[in-house]
Nanobody, 124 residues
Framework: QVQLAESGGGLVQAGDSLRLSCAAS????????MGWFRQAPGKEREFVAA????????YYADSVKGRFTISRDNANNAVSLQMNSLKPEDTAVYYC?????????????????WGQGTQVTVSS
């Protein structure tokens, strides 16, 4: 069983930065690929970014490419999402997710474990 806990959300202004963190309680963290998803009010949950086991491959949604950076620290069982140049449309609950199998890292249904989410609100 994997437990994930997000932190770092908050209220910021457009153009500001935030860094989200996700702590994983699992011994074999390095065996899991990790992803970040978000869900805005009234919308479906969507892919934001993903990183493979070794951290050598990363994937981003077009809407955040060049502004967000995903990284992982396997020694500390953590994954982070650095968000720069935030926009009001980035407002959402952000979720950390883990998966043990390769595949389409953008697919929500291929992730095995989810955190509870952290709210990010960007004011204009």
């Amino acid at each position: 069983q994997v437990q994930l806990a997000e932190s770092g959300g908050g209220l910021v202004q457009a153009g500001d930065s935030l860094r989200l963190s996700c702590a994983a309680s699992v011994r074999t963290f390095s065996r899991y690929a990790m992803g970040w998803f978000r869900q805005a009010p009234g919308k479906e949950r969507e892919f934001v970014a993903a990183i493979r086991w070794s951290g050598g491959n990363t994937y981003y949604a077009d809407s955040v490419k060049g502004r967000f950076t995903i990284s992982r620290d396997n020694a500390n069982n953590a994954v982070s999402l650095q968000m720069n140049s935030l926009k009001p449309e980035d407002t959402a609950v952000y979720y950390c997710a883990a998966r043990w199998s390769p595949g389409d890292y953008r697919r929500i249904d291929e992730y095995n474990y989810w955190g509870q989410g952290t709210q990010v609100t960007v004011s204009s």
